[in-house]
T-cell receptor, first 114, second 115 residues
């Protein structure tokens, strides 16, 4: 049973518009959520994170929103750029779990068209 | 560069053979992790080292998989009697001591194909 779900395998957005990537989870014991970005033939790179005690974290063009009651988080990219085209993974860590034991979703492939 | 280095980048082997995958973490990073990514899936946790010891090996799928980090730096993931289902990209990551926010620095991965 998947604890972290990214239900959209792909998303296509026009350059300059907003990209919204969604993630749902089932385990209420997750205490930290992260987004990673992955280009082909490269390893995932950390993008942004949020603690479960917060509902928003912003870093430049990237904002992550957390809705604990809905067990839902989203990543907003504004404005989207062609270089943002990549696979985005949502990940979560269990409270009390080892620091590197992250549970990843299957990813959403974002295509930003010029 | 100064990133996580993994070798080989590609490995093709036959069912039943033994395989070793190597990871060289970022200098100064005391924590090291192995993940496995199968086609169409997200990375799946295998094992986490803090220094030389395995702090969490709960993700290793069975006793054919073993990992070592004898000097607290380079790590080797060892797979015995490989099976076709072991085919995946094996990702290594590292993080500094106290990196408790889950920010991991990944290598490019070793793609293993078992024929």
């Amino acid at each position: 049973d998947q604890q972290v779900k990214q239900n959209s395998p792909s998303l296509s957005v026009q350059e300059g518009r907003i990209s919204i990537l969604n993630c749902d989870y089932t385990n209420s014991m997750f205490d930290y959520f992260l987004w990673y970005k992955k280009y082909p033939a490269e390893g995932p790179t950390f993008l942004i994170s949020i603690s479960s005690i917060k509902d928003k974290n912003e870093d430049g063009r990237f904002t992550v929103f957390l809705n604990k009651s809905a067990k839902h988080l989203s990543l907003h990219i504004v404005p989207s750029q062609p270089g943002d085209s990549a696979v985005y993974f949502c990940a979560a860590r269990v409270l009390g779990g080892s620091q590197g034991n992250l549970i990843f979703g299957k990813g959403t492939k974002l295509s930003v068209k010029p | 560069g100064a990133g996580v280095s993994q070798t080989p980048s590609n490995k093709v082997t036959e069912k039943g053979k033994y395989v070793e995958l190597r990871c060289d973490p970022i200098s100064g990073h005391t924590a090291l992790y192995w993940y496995r990514q199968s086609l169409g899936q997200g990375p799946e946790f295998l094992i986490y080292f803090q220094g030389t010891g395995a702090a969490d090996d709960s993700g290793l799928p069975n006793d054919r998989f073993f990992a070592v980090r004898p000097e607290g730096s380079v790590s080797t993931l060892k797979i015995q009697r490989t099976e076709r289902g072991d085919s995946a990209v094996y990702l290594c990551a590292s993080s500094p001591r106290g990196g408790g926010t889950g920010e991991l620095f990944f290598g490019e991965g070793s793609r293993l194909t078992v024929l």
